[in-house]
């Protein structure tokens, strides 16, 4: 009795290479991770650039356009409708039509007159014109130890609250970050800019590449 004995089958060179070509396809990024990665970058910078741009038209030209202001909170009588460090912005508001419940921004009649965003709890309208009113912190116990007289025509009420935002304006006043500011600023903006302009397009023609050269391969 004869046994046949099987030989393997020869192994070309093509089978050779298939292994090590299905590595290195593996390894490299697929043309849609790069363009995802890609489009991530682009909208990264463009959303830093659109908050910076946001921040500057709401601090410096707003008021001038729109005629509001802007004011730090520096304590937490108001929390939590206003903690210390929000920004609030105040607009106009004529002085007779001052009402109980509005949070209103004026100088104190004692001590150093500082600016406080307090609440209304009453208002007393003089026969001369003048406005009175009585206030309370939200989160104080007690009503304002004065009754203030508001100065001029014109009181400014609390219209909105930027959370945080005076934290961000307090860091930017030191020396060290506002020097940073004045020589780097414009510097790592340029930078993002070019990126936003030419690094999609090296990325999108590696891209383009890899495809081509996956498509000799099939």
């Not at 004995?5 to 050779?16: C, E, F, K, S, V």
Request: charged fraction near 20%.
């Amino acid at each position: 009795m004869t046994t046949a004995l099987l030989a393997p089958p020869a192994r070309t060179a093509d089978a050779d290479q298939r292994p090590a070509q299905q590595l290195t396809q593996a390894a490299r990024p697929s043309g849609a991770g790069k363009r995802a990665l890609a489009r991530a970058s682009r909208w990264t910078v463009r959303l830093l650039l659109a908050l910076a741009v946001l921040v500057f038209a709401v601090l410096a030209i707003g008021p001038h356009v729109l005629g509001y202001r802007t004011m730090t909170m520096l304590t937490g009588s108001m929390s939590p409708v206003i903690d210390p460090g929000d920004v609030t912005i105040v607009t106009p508001l004529p002085v007779e039509e001052v009402e109980p419940g509005m949070i209103i921004a004026y100088h104190i009649p004692v001590d150093d007159h500082r600016v406080v965003s307090h609440r209304v709890l009453s208002v007393e309208h003089g026969e001369n014109g003048q406005v009175t009113v009585e206030t309370k912190g939200d989160a104080n116990d007690a009503v304002d130890p004065w009754q203030a007289t508001l100065q001029g025509d014109t009181a400014w009420q609390v219209r909105a609250v930027v959370p945080e935002l005076g934290h961000l304006i307090e860091a930017l006043r030191t020396p060290v970050v506002s020097q940073a500011l004045v020589y780097g600023a414009p510097a790592l903006l340029a930078g993002w800019l070019l990126l936003t302009i030419w690094r999609p397009a090296e990325v999108e023609q590696e891209v383009a590449q890899d495809d081509d050269t996956e498509g000799d391969r099939a």
